[in-house]
């Protein structure tokens, strides 16, 4: 059994199913494709299984050229026909894995996906969860489902392997198949499939003893890079405090050669990843009686920060004699980082709603972003939309604050139409360093 789908893989003769067409499963489905693998893509929304089909774009940054190129393309399909999955030799499932209410892991998606490729599992599949998750997600949650559906035995009849996405979208230095692709199986069969399948189609696997080792390796990432944006986020306000750019310092900092790594302060932690997967940690830490003290800090210091933000608005409109209340404030960037459509999680909806309780007006500019989306947590914001980008309406803001640096922004334009600036990322350094008009936050 190992060495048929072996050889099927060997060969490009084999179809890979992508289970979930979000951030994540949209790029991987074009890896394989350009590589010349058939790919069967699988999703609950309908909407983006019909754009796939149909080459509409539903995610800015992949552009339209790509999504013209799948949906002409014989060998790549996509469908909410669950029952298809038997068509796929190689699962890969990329669905969510968000917080609930109580900032616990919400394995619902997870679960839920699970249990529908049980119900088509077949002998000889290969499933690969690429999920970010808690360190035995695979063994524990995964796998009991996948056998108690089927009937069939992991490892003896079909195979389940772990490994974590290091999609970074927007990145143009790093697409999906760049990246190299650490990989833990359920056995050592396992994970000389799944090495097998990303060898088609990524320029490196990197294996690793088990799925739980993999699991931990995706969370370590993110949880590095959470702790050191906290510690970056702190420095601003120490240094800011003592008339000293945080941004200098780190510039020059990053002159050393060995020992430093560069981080970026900014308004707030955003995005899918790193505001919470170090809290899947934290959960299943507590099972192992353990505490994760530096996730729990990095995450008090940067959900602190739209509030600092927000204080410098405030002394920024102070210095003006003009206070936040009835002031009319522009926030540029409503994506939660440069350059893509990506809101979930994005600070400038706390800033929003935090200059929003002190009575200001509130309005944002966003190319990626014409209108809110409805959402759980921003539906009161559902509908709005970006302004236009004139001179007229945007010298009428009593103060613009830069959230998120897109680098399709003219700030040089904005440095002339702005009475007042609010930079949480360093975007006008170099534009113009009127100390009056602009101000570090
Ligand atoms: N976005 C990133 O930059 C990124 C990077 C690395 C890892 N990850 C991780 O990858 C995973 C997916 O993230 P994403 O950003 O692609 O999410 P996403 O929300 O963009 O996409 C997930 C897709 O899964 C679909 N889906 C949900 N339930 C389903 C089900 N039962 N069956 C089929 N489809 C279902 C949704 O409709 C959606 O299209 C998460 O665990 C995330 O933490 C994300």
Known sequence: MLDKLLNKIEKNEYRVGIVGLGYVGLPLMWTFHVKGVPVLGF????????????????????????????????????????????????????????????REPDMTYVENTTKTVSKHLRKGHLVILESTTYPGTTEELIIPILEKESGMKAGKDFYVAYSPEREDPGNENFNTAAIPKVVGGHGEEALKLARAVYDTAIVETVPVSDTKTAEAVKLTENIFRSVNIALVN???????????????????????????????????????????????????????????????????????????????????L????????????????????????????????????????????????????????????????AGKKSIGWNKTTIQDFDAVLISTNHSNINYGELADWADLIIDTRNAMNGITSDRNKIWKA
């Open 43 to 102: 999703d609950i929304d309908e909407k983006k299984v019909n754009c796939i089909n149909e080459g509409i774009p539903y995610i800015k940054h992949l552009g339209e050229d790509m999504m013209q190129k799948l949906a002409g393309s014989s060998m790549c399909d996509a469908t909410t026909d669950f029952s298809r999955l038997n068509e796929a030799d190689a699962i890969l499932m990329c669905v969510p894995t968000p917080l609930d209410h109580h």
């Open 318 to 381: 102070n210095s003006r004699k003009k206070a936040i209340n009835g002031s009319s404030i522009l926030l540029i960037g409503l994506a939660y980082k440069p350059n893509v459509d990506d809101d979930r999680e994005s600070p400038t909806y706390k800033l929003m709603d935090l200059f929003d309780g002190y009575g200001a007006e509130v309005s944002y500019y966003d190319p990626y972003v014409p209108v809110i989306k409805p959402s759980r947590e921003h539906g009161h914001w």
């Open 234 to 316: 702190e420095l601003k306000v120490v240094y800011e405090a003592m008339g000293i750019d945080v941004h200098e310092v780190l510039d020059a900092a990053d002159t050393k050669p060995f020992g430093f790594m560069k981080f970026t302060p900014g308004p707030g932690l955003g995005g899918h990843c790193i505001p919470i997967d170090p809290f899947y940690l934290t959960w299943k830490a507590r099972e192992v009686e353990k505490y994760t003290r530096f996730i729990e800090l990095a995450g008090e210091v940067n959900t602190t920060m739209p509030q600092y933000v927000v204080d410098r608005t405030l002394k920024a």
